[in-house]
């Protein structure tokens, strides 16, 4: 399975609502998770299972999809966001493959 | 505290070998199935491997198939992944990463805990 995520980069504000989109080449049910990494440090999981929000993430993370088409959008840009957002699909257990990645810009 | 450490990463050249080792700390690590994912230097994110929580399961990346193996000392609880036949290609900071297996079938998984990570060089 093929995962396209969109836009590779994207310039933003502090306060702007920013939207990101990961598309599957074939059905993956909801099986999609996003995450933050910035340089030097560990990815951190925001959401799984396409919408639920990862405990102590903040409620302007938010995920929405199904089937092939899905969305991560953040809310109210802080400046803490600034950083790289990858999609995740999972085939269980028996395989995993991440989206390309949007480094997320200030403007 | 609860946290993996990655150790073991290096420079070798092509064709060498190298094990990382992840140790883990502060949950019962025989519980948990564990993940490997790398990224390469100005590339994304890219799963390597998942082993059971007794070993007995294993899966890997086709590129990586046969050249690395991943296995666990749970009396340890130490995570490693034993890389062979090294390519440059294969140059990229390696994460370790637990997994958390949920939904009415296992169905679904996520990371919710991740290494530092470790870069491994590969070059003449």
């Known amino acids: 399975i093929l995962m396209t995520q969109s836009p590779s980069s994207l310039s933003a504000s502090v306060g702007d609502e920013v939207t990101i989109t990961c598309q599957a080449s074939r059905d993956i049910v909801n099986y999609l998770n996003w995450y933050q990494k910035k340089p030097g440090t560990a990815p951190k999981l925001l959401i799984h299972?396409?919408?639920n929000l990862q405990i102590g993430v903040p409620g302007r993370f938010r995920g929405n999809g199904s089937g092939t088409d899905f969305t991560f959008t953040i809310a109210s840009l802080q400046p803490e966001d600034f950083a790289t957002y990858y999609c995740q699909h999972y085939d269980n257990l028996l395989s995993s493959t991440f989206g390309q990645g949007t480094a997320l810009e200030m403007k | 505290e609860v946290q993996l450490v990655e150790s073991g990463g290096g420079r070798v050249q092509p064709g060498g070998s190298l094990r990382l080792s992840c140790a883990a700390s502060?949950?019962?690590?025989?519980?948990?199935?564990m993940s490997w994912v790398r990224q390469a230097p100005g590339k994304g994110l890219e799963w390597v491997a998942n082993?059971?929580?007794?070993?007995?399961?294993?899966y890997y990346l086709d590129s990586v198939r046969g050249r690395f193996t991943t296995s666990r000392d749970n009396a340890k609880s130490t995570l490693f992944l034993h890389m062979n036949s090294l390519r440059v290609e294969d140059t990229a900071v390696y994460y370790c990463a637990r997994v958390f297996v949920w939904g009415s079938y296992g169905e679904h998984i996520y990371y919710d805990l991740w290494g530092q990570g470790t870069l491994v060089t590969v070059s003449s």
């Open positions: 082993i059971e929580g007794d070993g007995s399961e294993r």
């Open positions: 299972a396409s919408s």
């Open positions: 502060g949950f019962p690590f025989n519980a948990y199935w």
